[in-house]
């Protein structure tokens, strides 16, 4: 791994007696879009604000290029914010608001007045400079914002939940153009969302966050295909969990004992062990069993529901002790509620995780 240009060590943050964060260490590379992910209360904007130098760690180093920026003031450090409410000026023009920045360094008119179209132009708001923020929709306030940030130069952008404000449809259009921008600029960017597939759509790599420390982190396809717990696992999508007990380890597999009789999963631990066997809905099966496939359970269908590019269904497995299925399959599917069938699954979509 290349040197990281964000480093975290040991951050703990503390509102009285209450822990926000409990030990963040991480460290990123130059150039990465990452995305901070997490329900309310996970920590993830508090970590953020302490990246930006708007809070204050209780312990711990922050380092950004190496060198131990922990103390240093947010007007001071190579990042720049775009907050939730974009945090624009009403009274100023749209110009006004962008190059505020240079404003405040003096930077003289003419100049100023370049670069701020050259950041317009990054953003799609060309010639939008006279405009005043009234007279602006959801979407381009959130590219002022941008326009803004970006026009320091900062070597990291810090995004607080930037697209929690828009509509679906607005909200899609500005994940590609937020991966754009990252791409176009080179730029960290270090992105605050509690929405899963947001994250995925966007990021490089990302930082799952729950009750203040880390669940997992690394690219998209990881956390989705291999999620280190069993949180990580239903936080990233939804997934099957198969409750059971290791019998014994088989390579580089564990046989693992459940209500379905026992099942191999990608992993290793100690007989004994208590653990989750997990499969993505995509990855379970109501086909007829092919031979590269491990049938799991008879089933019954519970409940159906059409979802544009496939069909969700909700299974339980006919067993002493009930396992409930969640499975997608191809929408012109011939299936119905009551219907019996039978799940099956690729031996190396079972993922073992920890209890």
Do not use: C, W
């Not at 003289?108 to 701020?116: G, I, L, N």
């Not at 320091?152 to 810090?158: A, D, F, G, K, S």
């Not at 191809?330 to 699954?345: K, N, Q, R, Y």
């Amino acid at each position: 791994m290349a040197e990281p240009h964000l480093k975290l060590e040991r951050i703990r943050k503390l509102f009285g007696r209450q822990t926000v964060l409990a030990g963040i260490d991480l460290d990123v590379e130059a150039g990465k879009y990452v995305v901070l992910l997490g329900p309310s209360g996970s920590g993830k904007t508090t970590l953020l604000s302490i990246v930006g130098g708007f809070t204050a760690p209780t312990s711990g180093t922050v380092r950004i290029g190496g060198k131990d920026v922990t103390l240093t003031p947010p007007v001071r450090r190579p990042t720049a914010t775009v907050f939730q409410d974009y945090a624009l000026f009403p009274h100023m023009s749209v110009g006004s608001n962008v190059g505020f920045g240079l404003t405040i360094r003096h930077v003289p008119k003419a100049e100023r007045d370049r670069q701020v179209e050259r950041a317009l132009e990054l953003v799609g708001l060309s010639g939008f400079a006279s405009r005043r923020v009234h007279e602006l929709s959801g979407g381009q306030r959130q590219r002022v914002a941008l326009a803004r940030a970006l026009l320091v130069e900062p070597e990291i952008l810090l995004l607080d939940e930037p697209l929690g404000a828009l509509d679906l449809h607005l909200r899609k259009q500005m994940q590609h153009e937020l991966r754009r921008l990252q791409q176009s600029t080179g730029r960290m960017f270090v992105h605050v969302t509690h929405d899963q597939d947001e994250a995925m759509a966007i990021a490089d790599f990302i930082v799952i966050l729950n009750r203040g420390a880390i669940e997992d982190m690394g690219p998209p396809e990881k956390l989705y295909q291999r999620p280190a717990s069993r949180f990580a696992a239903t936080f990233m999508g939804e997934s099957t969990l198969i409750d059971g007990r290791i019998l014994r380890q088989e390579g580089g597999q564990v046989l693992v004992e459940t209500p379905l009789g026992a099942l191999p999963a990608n992993g290793a631990g100690a007989a004994g062990t208590e653990v989750t066997v997990a499969v993505r809905p995509e990855n379970l099966s109501i086909e007829p069993v092919s031979g590269a496939s491990l049938p799991l359970s008879a089933a019954r269908i519970v409940e159906t529901g059409f979802q544009g590019n496939h069909r969700r269904v909700r299974a339980v497995s006919e067993t002493t002790k009930p396992v409930e299925f969640l499975i997608r399959i191809d929408p012109e599917a011939d299936i119905s509620v009551g219907g019996a069938v039978t799940v099956s699954a690729r031996r190396e979509h079972l993922v073992l995780l920890a209890r």
